[in-house]
């Protein structure tokens, strides 16, 4: 039994020596690829557009925004606006922040005048271009 481990030990090793590629050769590496990217197309800075531009934000930003809202009202805990253009109604309540200070949009709600549901980024896009 030991000679057979032995033996086959023997094999392998010469079976490795056979297909290992000689020192000396020379493995030829592939050429880098070189990608190139699209040309970024250039748009106005016009400042943040849909929620990104309200989500945050406290009431003077919102007022610079949409101008005085409809409705303005205070409750325990936080603060609703209504802001009324006409493509909809947008609800934005605002909280205080962590530190208990400045309250600041913490939740946003559209629709139309109708009461149907409206998407909120199409409706604040739509209130900041009046």
Do not use: N, W
């Amino acid at each position: 039994m030991k000679q057979t481990i032995t033996a086959c030990a023997i094999a392998l090793i010469l079976a490795g020596c056979v297909f290992a590629p000689p020192a000396h050769a020379q493995t030829r590496q592939p050429a880098p690829v070189q990608h190139t990217a699209p040309p970024t197309p250039v748009r106005p800075a016009t400042g943040p557009r849909g929620l990104e531009a309200v989500m945050g934000k406290d009431v003077a930003t919102l007022k610079r925004l949409f101008g005085e809202p409809r409705l303005d009202v205070v409750e325990v805990h936080g603060r609703k606006l209504q802001f009324v253009g006409k493509a909809c109604v947008l609800d934005v309540f605002l909280y205080p922040d962590g530190k208990g200070r400045t309250e600041i949009v913490t939740y946003v709600d559209a629709r139309r005048s109708d009461g149907a549901a409206v998407d909120r980024a199409s409706c604040i896009d739509a209130l900041q271009r009046r």
